[in-house]
């Protein structure tokens, strides 16, 4: 027997000794470095929502031409014909042309459902049952009756809900042309902004 016949096993751990070395020198061991380690394995960040207000419950009452009217808990998230919807859906009677049924839902929100022929604009009033003006459903007529707002404000309120959408803060009556601090001092107790 040779010798190679009679010690192959120890041969065969010389070899594989000698390819670990020539596949990682100076033993720097099997573990990536914290840096390589980061960029392997980081994934790319998502974006999270941290917007709070999809998750407020809002409070909507609804009336007139529904199945169930009352006062619904409601997400932020959700408009007018989910309102509905959780009200039973409309009557037969109901005027289904005077509704936006896309329309987002606001805390302390009154939609009221219009009977056919009743007249009215049905949905929701710029009149908040405290008597207070809501800025983003009245009319120009009903802005007008806001002490210290006269036509060329009113025209200008609603071309700023028309291009920017609804307001959702008092301060964002001040981006309105021609209404600044003191107007919005002066009409802030007659006006309702969700």
Do not use: C
């Amino acid at each position: 027997m040779t010798v190679l016949q009679k010690y192959w096993h120890i041969a065969l751990i010389g070899v594989v000794i000698i390819l670990l070395f020539l596949i990682n020198p100076f033993g720097q061991g099997f573990e990536p470095d914290e840096q390589n380690q980061i960029s392997l394995s980081r994934e790319p960040e998502m974006e999270q929502v941290t917007d709070t207000e999809a998750f407020e419950i809002k409070m909507v009452d609804i009336k007139g031409e529904v199945n169930f009217p009352g006062v619904y808990e409601i997400r932020a998230e959700e408009r007018v014909i989910d309102v509905i919807d959780r009200a039973g859906g409309l009557t037969e009677y109901a005027a289904v042309e005077s509704i936006n049924m896309a329309e987002r839902v606001y805390d302390e929100m009154v939609i009221y459902i219009t009977a056919k022929g009743e007249g009215g604009s049905g949905g929701q009033s710029g009149t908040a049952a405290n008597g207070k003006i809501r800025i983003n459903q009245a009319t120009k007529e009903e802005l007008m009756t806001i002490s210290g707002i006269g036509e060329v404000k009113a025209e200008a309120i609603l071309n700023y809900r028309e291009t920017y959408g609804k307001f959702k803060k008092l301060d964002d009556l001040s981006n309105v042309s021609g209404i600044g601090g003191k107007t919005i001092e002066t009409i802030e107790e007659f006006i309702q902004i969700p």
